[in-house]
Structures are given as structure tokens and as C-alpha cells.
């Protein structure tokens, strides 16, 4: 299983770099794994957009899911071959407005998912851990069906203790880190240190920190959650375009 960062940051772009989109490959499937702003942009630098076998939406903040309407539009009118008739968005059903305009008529249907079930997407098993986060959010935990290879993605989420059982065990943790640890106030995702202390207490050897901040060191981010993971934990922040094998 490959991991390609789209867009990384939290709330909005930066630096000319997007929020929250990724890409995941096994063989020749193809998962978008939420559609920032900017995803559709980065994507096609990668991969014609047309391509694409499914589309994971975590929740409908609009960082997550500003692309989705202009990828309906390429499917709806875009020229090269399609994977497939219509491209399939797999979105929760706590928010039917949103969820309702997954599917775009002769493009994209919406998929609804049961987080409190396992779905199969592809080569891919996924389950869910509702997070804690102002509107229905959920954190897929995503294993690749024939090597077992675990990427487990908060995302976006205020600390709780129901995260590190979630994560034992995974490969790779891909973490909402939004906050340096001096943080004051309400807290609505992940503090650098608390993104350690999540990789540490459950186990993962890898930890990834992504839903960025657009202010502050990205490197005392880094140190921060490092100090926090201990040696165990290999920590990196992620940068758009980068690809880690799981």
C-alpha cells in the first residue's frame, strides 16, 4: 500500500499547498482519502483524476471536502476514459444534506457507510472510531486485505482515550496535529504532544503529522511530538507530494 500527500494543511491553503487530501494505491486501485482544497490540482500531477476507483470522505468540513463538487465536474465532463461508469463517494449519513450531494448524475454516487460496521473498498478493509470533533467525524482505520499493511488516520479529532486502543497495532499513524504542545483553550484536534503520546501508548512505530498548522516551526511541531513518542516512534511531518510505502 502506497501513501501520496495531496494537500496537508488544516482549515484552508497555504504556500500553495492544500488541505487535507491523500491518495492510496494497492496494485492498480486507487483511494482518494478526503478532498481538501487544492486536492483536484495535486492529483492530476499524479494521476489523471478520471482514474480514480473511489473516493473516502471522513467528514464534510469544507477542508476536507472543498474538491469534491469540481471532481463531479471533470467526471460529469471530463474527455479521457473513465475506471468506471460512476465514481463511487463513500460518505457517513449523519449529515444527509451533505451526503445527498455525493452523487452527481451521470458522474458520482454516493456511497453511505455504518461506522459502527467494517466496509470494503477495493483491496482495502476499513473500519471506523467516531471521533470527537464539532460535527460527525470518523477516523478509518485501513488495512490492506492481502498483506494485512495498517494505516490508521485520526482524522481531525480532540484528544480521548478511545484513539490508542483505535491505533494499536497499525502500521503507520497519520495524525491530526494542528496545535503546538503550549495550546490554550479549546482544542478541537490533536497538540504535537498528544500526537506522540497517541503513537507511544499504542504501539506505532511511524508517526505522520498532517492537518498542519500555516503558522509556527514545523520542525519544534516535529521535536515536540518526538519528545512525546519517545525512541520507538520514528516522527515526520508531511509535505505534499510525498509517498511512503506501508
Known amino acids: 500500500m502506497q501513501l501520496r500527500v495531496l494537500g496537508c494543511y488544516g482549515g484552508y491553503p497555504h504556500n500553495g499547498v492544500g488541505t487535507s487530501s491523500y491518495l492510496l494505491t494497492s496494485g492498480d486501485f486507487h483511494l482518494l482519502l478526503d478532498c481538501g482544497s487544492g486536492a483536484l490540482l495535486a492529483l492530476e500531477k499524479v494521476l489523471d483524476p478520471l482514474q480514480l476507483n473511489a473516493v473516502l470522505l471522513t467528514h464534510y468540513h469544507h477542508d476536507h471536502t472543498a474538491d469534491v463538487g469540481v471532481l463531479q465536474y471533470e467526471w460529469q465532463l471530463g474527455s479521457t476514459q473513465r475506471s468506471q461508469a460512476e465514481l463511487p463517494i463513500y460518505g457517513h449519513t449523519a449529515d444527509p444534506l451533505n451526503f445527498g450531494a455525493l452523487t452527481w ?9 455504518d461506522p459502527t460496521q467494517p466496509i470494503q473498498i477495493g ?24 498483506t494485512g499493511a495498517t494505516l490508521a488516520f485520526t482524522a481531525d479529532t480532540a484528544a480521548f482515550s478511545g484513539l490508542t486502543t483505535w491505533a494499536t497495532g497499525a502500521d503507520v499513524l497519520l495524525a491530526d496535529t494542528n496545535f503546538f504542545a503550549d495550546h490554550q483553550g479549546t482544542a478541537w484536534h490533536l497538540t504535537s504532544t498528544q500526537a506522540g503520546k497517541l503513537a507511544q501508548q499504542a504501539g506505532v512505530s511511524r508517526l505522520l503529522l498532517t492537518h498542519l498548522p500555516q503558522v509556527g516551526d514545523l520542525q519544534q511541531l516535529k521535536a515536540e511530538a518526538q519528545s512525546a513518542a519517545g525512541t520507538g516512534t520514528r516522527v515526520e511531518v508531511v509535505q505534499a507530494g510525498s509517498i511512503y510505502n506501508i
Request: no cysteine; charged share 10%.
Open 123 to 146: 483491496p482495502f478493509t476499513i473500519t471506523f472510531l467516531a471521533t470527537h470533533h464539532p460535527v460527525p467525524a470518523y477516523a478509518p482505520r485501513i488495512t490492506e486485505t492481502a
Open 105 to 113: 448524475p451521470h458522474a458520482t454516487i454516493g456511497r453511505p457507510y
